[in-house]
């Protein structure tokens, strides 16, 4: 009984390029959430998604940053011509939904720009 | 205001004592409340959750819940080292867009 992976667990980027992080969310789990949280800081909500749909992304920078949940495959969290102050970790956490409300997380991905 | 707010800490006890963290919220329509531990480094774990008024344990942990008070607190009884720790408090509206919103946390110390 998997739970929710986030690949990869590190990622280093040179400024300009772009960063993709993935989630697959515990099975049976419809609801994907990404946050970001910086060394001693809180969790920082960015976006939610259900299949095929945003749901809420009122977290998210609105230049660069972009989230999808397709239909097939992993939640991918996408982050274009990374700056240096992108570098945070970076956690995927999922839910069933309706009915149960609790929310599991990833290991998380700790993204460096250098 | 801050959604939820948490004393940041550090929170230190000694080993054995009751470590008593807390959290109040903003948003009246709050409907259901979780308390996550998160060690250095790693991802948050989901230690407790709670929907209605008044306490719930598990074990060696008790949160409770005061919706008047907009106010939720979790015990760590017979604190050890191991629950040395940053504790988030999360909360959610179980109806609109169930986004759920963390405080910063506050850091526990529990002193061997």
């Known amino acids: 009984n998997a739970g929710v992976m986030q690949n990869p667990r590190h990622l280093v980027r040179r400024r300009g390029q772009e960063a993709r992080l993935r989630c697959s969310p515990m099975?049976?789990?419809?609801?994907v959430y990404w946050y970001r949280q910086l060394p001693e800081e809180g969790l920082k909500f960015m976006v939610y998604?259900?299949?095929?749909?945003?749901?809420?992304e009122s977290g998210m920078p609105k230049e660069r940053f972009s989230a999808e949940f397709p239909k097939e495959g992993p939640s991918i969290l996408r982050i274009q011509q990374v700056v240096r102050g992108d570098s945070a970790a970076y956690f995927c956490?999922?839910?069933?939904?309706?009915?149960?409300?609790?929310?599991?997380f990833g290991s998380g991905t700790q993204l460096s720009v250098l | 205001q801050k959604e939820v707010e948490q004393n940041s800490g550090p929170l230190s006890v000694p080993e054995g004592a009751i470590a008593s963290l807390n959290c109040t919220y903003s948003d009246r329509v709050s409907q259901s409340f979780f308390w996550y531990r998160q060690y250095s480094g790693k991802s948050p774990e989901l230690i407790m959750s709670?929907?209605?008024?008044g306490d719930k344990e598990d074990g060696r942990f008790t949160a409770q819940l005061n919706k008047a008070s907009q106010y939720v607190s979790l015990l760590i009884r017979d604190s050890q080292p191991s629950d040395s720790a940053t504790y988030l408090c999360?909360?959610?509206?179980?109806?609109?867009?169930?986004?759920?919103?963390f405080g910063t946390g506050t850091r526990l110390k529990v002193l061997a």
């Open positions: 999360a909360v959610i509206r179980t109806s609109g867009t169930y986004k759920y919103i």
């Open positions: 099975k049976g789990h419809s609801h």
């Open positions: 956490a999922s839910s069933p939904g309706t009915g149960d409300v609790k929310l599991f």
């Open positions: 998604l259900q299949k095929e749909n945003i749901i809420d």
């Open positions: 709670i929907y209605s008024n």
